[in-house]
């Protein structure tokens, strides 16, 4: 097991010490990518020299692409200051200051490093910052690059010179024109229509509408209970009064002494019908009351209802 993992352990090394190889290989130039850059290098010297400042930064921006060493920043700082590029300047001088120092390096790096280490603190000190307020909402372009939303209204670097800002919203437009000498701080504010405008208001959230049983359910149920059971109490009272009749009448006639049994019984049977109807009634109101619930919860009192041989009574 353990001779297992010492194996692995070993292969794993290997393998981190190829990738490392083989990221280093990959970093460094060929041998014709160095002659490439040294020929660019040479070629923008020249040119530079021959006032041709422009076309000596192609050279250099190229040369530095290839070797990225601090010698080719530093060429290519000297020839963005010359042109007034103080911020590029800046930032390429710095670059350069901070190239790790490698192991047998030529001096000329280690000269490279502190000469644009010196450079870029001279620099500091020459560079312009300009403001630039508008509304809230409004895109802003410096020079025709459009400005962060982070760099708007903050002091902001910039290379002396003259500089076009545009202010605009979705409808209007403002321009302005600055000219920044060296270590000059200016700020300026365009006020364009249209920004900041305040968002509609929301619409407003339907109100919570809850559902409660209907007070009809109640009075319907209610109704409909009382009335079965009126409806059944009297005429099961009905039913035994003519039983208890029938026994003394023979072929439908009855004796005078039983007409208050009968009264009392046809009474009951009146009774028991009309709670039978009520009854019905009830259940319709009860089914309506359900399919047509109470859309605003009301405190209401249930009615309260009981039977009597005489009808339906209750409070409400």
């Known amino acids: 097991m353990l001779g297992s993992e010492r194996r692995t352990a070993r292969c794993l090394l290997g393998a981190l010490a190829i990738l490392v190889v083989t990221s280093a290989a990959a970093a460094e130039p060929t041998a014709a990518e160095r002659e490439t850059a040294r020929t660019l290098l040479l070629s923008g010297r020249e040119k530079k020299k021959n006032g041709q400042h422009k076309e000596a930064l192609a050279d250099f921006e190229k040369a530095h692409a290839i070797m990225h060493v601090p010698t080719t920043g530093l060429d290519l700082g000297k020839t963005q200051e010359s042109l007034g590029l103080l911020v590029e300047a800046r930032a390429t001088f710095l670059e350069s200051a901070r190239f790790p120092p490698q192991a047998n390096e030529p001096t000329a790096f280690k000269r490279a490093r502190e000469e644009a280490k010196s450079r870029a603190d001279a620099i500091t000190p020459r560079l312009a910052t300009l403001t630039v307020t508008v509304p809230a909402g409004a895109k802003v372009k410096l020079d025709d690059s459009e400005m962060s939303d982070a760099s708007v209204g903050v002091p902001l670097k910039v290379n002396p010179g003259k500089h076009q800002i545009v202010a605009s919203t979705s409808s209007d437009e403002k321009r302005a024109s600055v000219d920044l000498a060296e270590g000059e701080t200016k700020a300026i504010e365009l006020d364009v229509a249209g920004a900041a405008e305040a968002p509609p ?54 004796p005078p002494s039983e007409d208050a049994k009968i009264d009392q019984g046809m009474l009951y049977g009146n009774i028991s019908t009309v709670s039978f109807i009520v009854a019905g009634v009830g259940a319709g109101i009860l089914v309506y009351g359900l399919l047509n619930p109470a859309k605003v919860e009301q405190a209401a009192s249930r009615p309260t209802f009981y039977a009597s041989p005489f009808g339906v009574a209750g409070t409400f």
Do not use: H, Q
């Open 201 to 254: 208001p929301p619409p407003p959230k339907p109100k919570a509408t809850t559902t409660t049983t209907s007070t009809l359910v109640w009075i319907g149920g209610g109704v409909a209970a009382a009335g079965v059971v009126a409806g059944s109490i009297t005429g099961i009272m009905a039913f035994s009064a003519k039983s208890d009749v029938s026994t003394r009448c023979e072929n439908n006639r009855c």
